[in-house]
């Protein structure tokens, strides 16, 4: 390899270095800039909560659910989970800190 090509690849590697957490700052919500570090622990706060048909709300425990999924706050499964074991929900929404994230529809 030639010093050429390899200070290219040099260069190369840490324009991806820079570029791919620049957009994933540029583009993620204030709690979340930093998605790839989602196995350390965090001072976030989620939580849960059901909707039944009639409009009631009712506060959620994600521990209902067991391990992994009552500490894993991402994608769907925790909230389709929690629809699971509560067939009169009409809806799950996972708020992070004071705002809400997601609202996963059941049945």
């Avoid at 390899?1 to 957490?21: D, F, I, K, T, W």
């Avoid at 957009?23 to 909707?51: I, K, N």
């Amino acid at each position: 390899m030639n010093r050429v090509l390899a200070s290219r690849l040099l260069l190369g590697l840490l324009a991806v270095q820079v570029v791919v957490p620049a957009v994933s700052l540029a583009t993620t919500s204030t709690p979340r800039h930093y998605a790839w570090s989602m196995f350390v622990e965090s001072s976030t706060d989620y939580r849960y909560v059901g909707e039944t048909a009639d409009g009631t709300h009712v506060e959620l425990d994600p521990a209902e659910v067991g391990r992994p999924w009552s500490s894993v706050h991402y994608g769907p499964q925790t909230p389709q989970r929690l629809c699971a074991r509560h067939p009169e929900l009409s809806s799950v929404t996972r708020f992070y800190d004071a705002e809400q994230e997601s609202v996963q529809p059941c049945g």
